[in-house]
């Protein structure tokens, strides 16, 4: 021990402890409560792994948080710079009871002019430095940089605003919407999310805003399989066809009933017909095909079926459908 250092009480495990600084040939995993001293540990072993000639290019120290990655940096840091300096911190008092050798003061001397070339960074950063170079058959920006999770927010909110803005009015020209690719058909008379944002426009914001975060946070989520009820799907042909009949034996002609009836015949025909060809059950996505193959149903007319009867169906909007208030 160095003369005028500071002898601490032996731990517990000590020998652990100096195992874990100098035994560079094993794969060990540390197990230790907060506070024990697991980060000076690991810098410590950086540290003596450079003072017995492993270059600072071939250590890669990996942890969480970019906040723990700079501790730990800093901290072997301050090591190298200690041992360079012919000291020797207590934390690593365990592994040099005397001082360095001369080899390994040489060795310091040399890693100190080269720390920069240390690898220390999160899990994710580790893994962006290895794709990095290339970007290509990644599949990303070779420009792309990992930045801290505020940052990520900040970002995140600025681009769904510009998205919002470009999506519900504002001129792609505008402030800030440059960085948001064209957009087809907005403003058409087929933009379902343009009409629904001018019935309720607070809740369609919060909503989309909502199933964008939800995405953002669950990359690979799917809507589940919805299979509707047969049973309500026969009954609503049935109530067609019993409501068709009873207008042609009224004997009276009325324009926008005439085109109602008209529309709702083409709907149960698509319905039953999605049931014949069907070998297994009946499925949106096959009521979907079938109105997408039907034709355009006028607004009027669909937005007359009982909206009780279209929410115990699940079905979900297809682009060739209109809804008018």
């Avoid at 160095?2 to 195992?19: C, F, I, K, N, T």
């Avoid at 874990?20 to 001293?37: C, K, R």
């Avoid at 492993?54 to 948080?65: E, G, L």
């Avoid at 420009?143 to 900040?154: H, K, M, N, Q, S």
Wanted: proline share 6%; aromatic share 6%.
């Amino acid at each position: 021990m160095m003369s005028g250092s500071h002898h601490s009480p032996a731990l517990p495990d000590a020998g652990a402890r100096q195992r874990a600084l100098l035994d560079y040939g094993a794969t060990l995993l540390v197990e230790a409560g907060a506070g024990s001293g697991k980060t000076a540990l690991m810098a410590g072993r950086v540290a003596l792994m450079l003072a017995h000639g492993i270059r600072p290019r071939d250590i890669v120290a990996v942890t969480f948080t970019e906040a723990a990655a700079a501790e730990l940096l800093e901290r072997i840091e301050r090591f190298v710079t200690a041992l360079k300096a012919g000291s020797i911190p207590p934390e690593l008092e365990l592994a040099l009871p005397t001082r360095l050798l001369e080899g390994q003061r040489a060795a310091i001397a040399t890693a100190a002019e080269a720390l920069d070339e240390i690898t220390c960074t999160t899990i994710h950063g580790f893994c962006q430095q290895l794709i990095k170079p290339y970007p290509i058959e990644a599949g990303i920006d070779p420009g792309a940089t990992i930045i801290d999770p505020v940052a990520a927010d900040l970002a995140y909110q600025d681009l769904m605003t510009a998205w919002l803005s470009a999506r519900f009015g504002r001129a792609r020209g505008d402030d800030g919407l440059g960085r948001i690719p064209p957009m087809q058909g907005l403003g058409s008379e087929d933009d379902f999310f343009a009409e629904l944002l001018a019935i309720e426009p607070d809740d369609v914001v919060t909503l989309i805003g909502d199933a964008a975060n939800f995405l953002r946070i669950k990359r690979t989520a799917r809507a589940p399989r919805a299979e509707p009820d047969t049973d309500v799907l026969r009954r609503l042909s049935e109530g067609i066809r019993d409501f068709a009949d009873w207008y042609a034996a009224c004997g009276i002609e009325e324009q926008a009933t005439a085109e109602c009836v008209a529309d709702l015949e083409r709907l149960r025909v698509m319905l039953d017909g999605a049931a014949t060809v069907s070998s297994g059950p009946m499925t949106g996505a096959l009521v979907g095909d079938q109105l997408w193959l039907g034709g355009r149903l006028s607004a009027d007319g669909l937005w007359r079926i009982s909206l009780e009867e279209i929410a115990a169906t699940r079905w979900k909007p297809v682009p060739n459908v209109r809804f008018n208030g």
